[in-house]
Nanobody
Framework: QVQLVESGGGLVQPGESLRLSCKAS????????MGWYRQAPGNQRELVAA???????NYADAVKGRFTISRDNAMNTLYLKMNSLKPEDTAVYYC????????????????WGQGTQVTVSS
């Protein structure tokens, strides 16, 4: 049984930073692609960043230069470091996993975490 558990969300002011974590179990973590998605109220879920099993990353234009996705295969953990946060980054952030492929904007992997709320407000 695949489980993805996110943590690290919270309330921050504009310009501050947060680091999200996603602990995976029930999956051979090192073989799969992983991603972070987010969903704001009234919006569709969108891809924020994705990373291949060898560490190749890609980002949504809205977060390029501010967010960094990384993974620790030994710890079965995915990270998202978010710098220079803006109010428009406010959303529920979801961890996503695929056995082999890298999640994309239109084709997420089949496994999701429960989500963690990120709120950016002054």
């Amino acid at each position: 049984q695949v489980q993805l558990v996110e943590s690290g969300g919270g309330l921050v002011q504009p310009g501050e930073s947060l680091r999200l974590s996603c602990k995976a179990s029930g999956i051979i973590f090192s073989r799969g692609g992983m991603g972070w998605y987010r969903q704001a109220p009234g919006n569709q879920r969108e891809l924020v960043a994705a990373i291949s099993r060898v560490g190749t990353a890609n980002y949504a234009d809205a977060v390029k230069g501010r967010f960094t996705i990384s993974r620790d295969n030994a710890m079965n953990t995915l990270y998202l470091k978010m710098n220079s946060l803006k109010p428009e980054d406010t959303a529920v952030y979801y961890c996503n996993a695929d056995f082999f492929n890298v999640p994309t904007a239109t084709t997420p992997g089949p496994y999701w975490g429960q989500g963690t709320q990120v709120t950016v407000s002054s």
